[in-house]
């Protein structure tokens, strides 16, 4: 455990913001409470509470219930691809990233056979078929 030798101002560990802070209940860092700034289906990345909960496996392993640590956790692991194990291990919105994310084939476009990242890139799956953004716009309405 670390010890701040002075009175150190509390910090979103994400954003570095120094307002309207709360704990996260999976991790116990300092976040902003932002929450509610989110807009329901805008899917809108501005809230780091939100991210932190929703896009991290440590967000995921509280939210499941799951014991132990999460870098740890094979529940964690297998519930899903690696490749989103590794996006939701290793991305932004994670205070401690994961040390030893597991390897996988990146997964290509059906059409153009360009890669698609799941984490970032948007992409429409059905069956066995997986069309990138450029290919098939997942989206039928603009995002603006
Ligand atoms: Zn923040
Ligand atoms: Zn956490
Ligand atoms: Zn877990
Ligand atoms: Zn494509």
């Known amino acids: 455990m670390k010890k701040n030798p002075g009175p150190a101002k509390p910090k979103c560990g994400l954003c570095g913001k120094g307002k309207n802070l709360t704990k996260t209940p999976c991790c116990d860092q300092w976040i902003c409470d932002d929450e509610h700034k989110y807009v329901v289906f805008s ?46 291990g290793t991305n932004e919105y994670n205070f401690e990233k994961l040390q030893n994310p597991p390897e996988y084939e990146p997964s290509h476009c059906s059409i153009c056979s360009g890669i698609i990242k799941f984490g970032t890139d948007g992409y429409t799956m059905k ?14 309405e603009s995002l603006e």
């Open 127 to 140: 069956g066995d078929q997986l069309w990138c953004t450029k290919c098939k716009d997942p989206f039928s």
């Open 43 to 88: 899917y809108a990345k501005n809230s780091c509470s939100r991210n932190h909960r929703r896009y991290t496996l440590c967000g995921f392993h509280h939210n499941e219930g799951h014991s132990g640590k999460w870098q740890d956790c094979k529940a964690c692991r297998e519930g899903f691809e690696p490749e989103m194990v590794v996006y939701y």
